[in-house]
């Protein structure tokens, strides 16, 4: 059974970083997508950014400056380091796996991921 697991949330200063991380188990193979996704209260969630099979990465415009997404392929984690953060930010973070693609991740519907973790919650505020 696939989980994925975030952790590394937390309530920071604006300007301060993050280093969010999500366990992936139950998989035997990297050949799937992996996302970031963020989902503020009243608005609707979004992708931030995303991971194909191979290792290539891509961001939503505006986070790609300052947001960097990697994989521990031996741990099977997964990564989304965040600096410069902004209070409009301050959202639940998940990650989750479409195994119906293996690339071009940050183009696939976000209906195409079906296995999701709880999130972790990032706050930023002074």
């Known amino acids: 059974q696939v989980q994925l697991v975030e952790s590394g949330g937390g309530s920071v200063q604006p300007g301060g970083s993050l280093r969010l991380s999500c366990v992936v188990s139950g998989v035997t193979d990297s050949n799937y997508c992996l996302g970031w996704f963020r989902q503020a209260p009243g608005t609707q969630r979004e992708g931030v950014a995303h991971?194909?099979?191979?290792?290539?990465?891509s961001y939503t415009i505006s986070e790609k400056v300052r947001f960097t997404i990697s994989k521990d392929n031996a741990r099977n984690i997964l990564y989304l380091q965040m600096d410069s953060l902004k209070p409009e930010e301050t959202a639940m973070y998940y990650c989750?796996?479409?195994?119906?693609?293996?690339?071009?991740?940050?183009?696939?519907?976000?209906?195409?991921?079906?296995?999701w973790g709880r999130g972790t919650q990032v706050t930023v505020s002074s």
């Open positions: 989750a796996a479409d195994f119906s693609h293996t690339e071009w991740c940050g183009l696939v519907p976000e209906s195409d991921y079906a296995n």
């Open positions: 991971w194909d099979y191979d290792g290539t990465p």
